[in-house]
């Protein structure tokens, strides 16, 4: 693999399930982040981690939880599917999190609550 | 919160000259960031400032004033590829990156 991976590509849930959104990187980046885009809204931050051992809340970290027990894995976790979780969400990582890293993004996961 | 604004749409014919705006209010700042997004793609990286001025790179160019917030994205000789949203990205004093809504770029031959 090269770069970062996103799984599953694309997810129709029932609301009240729980799921995982799994992200991969093989550039051995210390920083890691989840995204979720909606229209009109932009990207916005759920949950971040700048190394491993470590995560923290973004902007809209409510229903979502992370953890980043090695530098290449970061899963995102809805504990209880909601409609309002719809969206595509992003896995991006950076080297550092250091103010000029930009950030590389995975593909994208697109998921539905119905 | 963070307050980040770029128009919705623009349109441009093909070969002309087109210029994204930006305007930002964060709490503290540590550079600003232009991304490319094709529809149904992932956000890639076009560009970075983090000190006043211009910064070109081929045919795209960024320019920043700290001062009056502001920040705008050149793209000349505009090609169907260019087809695309531009995302404008503003990293914090606390070094997380708040995202605008993104503008919607069409060139029409």
């Known amino acids: 693999i090269a770069g970062i991976t996103q799984a599953p590509t694309s997810q129709i849930l029932a609301a009240g399930r729980r799921m995982t959104l799994r992200c991969t990187q093989d550039m051995r980046h210390n920083a890691m982040y989840w995204y979720r885009q909606d229209l009109g809204l932009g990207l916005r931050l759920i949950h971040y981690s700048n190394t491993a051992g470590t995560t923290g809340k973004g902007e809209v970290p409510d229903g979502y939880s992370v953890s980043r027990a090695n530098t290449d894995d970061f899963p995102l976790t809805l504990a209880s599917a909601v409609p309002s979780q719809t969206s595509v969400y992003f896995c991006a990582s950076s080297s550092s999190g250091g103010a000029g890293d930009e950030q590389f993004f995975g593909p994208g996961t697109r998921l539905t609550v119905l | 919160g963070q307050n980040i604004d770029q128009p919705t749409e623009m349109t441009a014919t093909e070969g002309a000259i087109v210029q994204i705006n930006c305007t930002y209010q964060?709490?503290?700042?540590?550079?600003l960031f232009w991304y490319q997004q094709h529809a149904g793609e992932a956000p890639t990286f076009l560009s970075y400032n983090v000190l006043d001025g211009l910064e070109e790179k081929g045919r795209f160019s960024s320019f920043l004033s700290r001062s009056k917030g502001y920040s705008y994205l050149l793209l000349k000789e505009l090609q169907m590829k260019d087809s695309a949203s531009y995302l404008c990205a503003v990293r914090d004093g606390d070094y997380k990156l708040s995202f605008g809504a993104g503008t919607t770029v069409t060139v029409r031959a």
């Open positions: 964060t709490s503290g700042f540590n550079g």
